[in-house]
């Protein structure tokens, strides 16, 4: 089946990237369908690793992408499919790479489940998400003009 084409879309950030290993040019991260929200990440490892039960190895991308721009950073996050069926999540649960980060793209893998996994050489293993991102200032006051909400967290608005 095609698939059906966005009614509209914005012109897409170019970023650079650098490959810090060759073989890498063969499996750069995609969008795997024209709506997809993130490119999949891909383990760089010479050989199969097992993760134990409980275990978190920093496993590498071979991918340095340099944003560049303060209003845009990278989501590292899990595949629901590894992490759902297999336990495989991310030991910092998610990651947050900065603009200026120029830096390999590094994905902490934590095996939550209870049985070990081994992970393949170049397994797509997390993905890669861009978000628009806004700074802010911090201006320090002795009281905020009083909201309905107020300090009330945590529940205080019960159930409906
Ligand atoms: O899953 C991740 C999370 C972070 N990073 C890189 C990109 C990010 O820009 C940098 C710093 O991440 P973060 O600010 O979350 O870590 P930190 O512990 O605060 O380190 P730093 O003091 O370097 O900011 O590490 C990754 O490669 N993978
Ligand atoms: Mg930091």
Known sequence: MS???PT?????????????DERLRDYMPQYA???SAG???RALLDEPLTIAPGQCELVRTGLAIHIGDP???GLILPR??????????LGNLVGLIDSDYQGELMIS?????????????????AQYVLVPVVQAELEIVDDFEASLRGAGG????GRH
Do not use: C, Y
């Open 3 to 5: 698939e059906s084409q």
């Open 8 to 20: 509209h879309q914005a012109p897409k950030p170019r970023l650079e990237v650098k490959l810090l």
């Open 33 to 35: 369908t024209l709506g």
């Open 39 to 41: 490119m999949d990440l």
């Open 71 to 73: 209003g845009l950073a």
């Open 80 to 89: 629901s499919g590894l992490g759902h069926k297999h336990g495989i999540v």
């Open 109 to 125: 893998t934590w095996n939550r489940g209870s049985t070990p996994f081994v992970l393949e050489p170049f397994e797509r293993l």
């Open 154 to 157: 945590f529940g205080s608005s």
